[in-house]
């Protein structure tokens, strides 16, 4: 059952040229290596990498994503931007939407909302990211915001086979700082819950990841919030051996 499966999700950000590729290389030479299959790794890289890696990871046990998307299906006159059938036709599988790099340049729940609606239309998986802000964190207003952000994020979608969750608190990104267990676990709680109202018997089918400094240091403290589906990692994802580390320190 895939319900078993840890993810782990490199978002490389605005890192990577050709030659990156020798990075996915060490990770898929581990993974082959490795006794425990029960993961699923992703490459979340910039557009310019998609199509020739993904002709060069074909056979392998890693998976390719985009980082984000135009929300129209169609073409159009948006200079700069690529859509998630561009994504698609380049040989991306997920794509990451509503990471909070991208809500800070404008994205709100509507439009991200639609990114995610355009790209389930060309099959795409959605790492759909979520969380609150240091400011909302301190105003206590965590709760408000997860349910606005999950419930205008996933208007009329109501298959939720593609959908991963990822939970990011903002102020965790970047910044070396992560949530006390308790916190973790209360709030990947409380997103249950919010999937529970909306989806009732269905929210147990959604994965939920962790993202915000995940390192090999904090892997294994991560990693006792039982109820986390793996990982998104930004920073240590472009280094291998971190990035490996992380992996197999999660199965210690
Ligand atoms: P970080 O980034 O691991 O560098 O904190 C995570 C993310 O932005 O997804």
Not at 5 to 17: E, S
Request: aromatic residues 10%; positive net charge.
């Amino acid at each position: 059952m895939t319900n078993n499966y840890t993810y782990f999700v490199a978002n490389w950000k605005m890192f990577g040229l050709n030659s990156s590729l020798k990075i996915i290389k060490k990770v898929i030479s581990y993974l082959k290596k490795s006794k425990n299959k029960k993961n699923k790794v992703i490459f979340c890289v910039p557009y310019t990498l998609l199509n020739s890696f993904s002709k060069k990871v074909k056979s392998s046990n890693v998976s390719l994503g985009a980082q984000n998307c135009h929300h129209l299906n169609d073409y159009g006159a948006y200079t700069g931007s690529v859509n998630s059938k561009m994504i698609k036709d380049a040989g991306a599988k997920y794509v990451i939407i509503g990471h909070s790099e991208n809500r800070f340049n404008g994205d709100d729940d509507n439009i991200i909302n639609k990114k995610i609606l355009s790209s389930l239309k060309n099959n795409l998986k959605i790492i759909f990211c979520i969380g609150e802000t240091l400011i909302q964190k301190r105003k206590k207003i965590t709760n408000k915001i997860l349910t606005k952000q999950i419930f205008t994020g996933l208007k009329n979608v109501n298959n939720v086979n593609n959908i991963i969750i990822a939970y990011e608190p903002v102020w965790s990104i970047g910044t070396g700082i992560i949530p006390s267990q308790k916190e973790l676990l209360n709030n990947i709680l409380l997103i249950k819950k919010i999937l529970k109202k909306k989806y009732s018997k269905k929210y147990s089918k959604l994965k939920i990841l962790y993202g915000g400094s995940v390192n090999p240091k904090n892997i294994k403290n991560l990693n006792k919030s039982y109820s986390i589906n793996g990982y998104l990692v930004g920073g240590a994802s472009q280094l291998p051996n971190k990035f490996i580390d992380i992996i197999k320190k999660s199965y210690m």
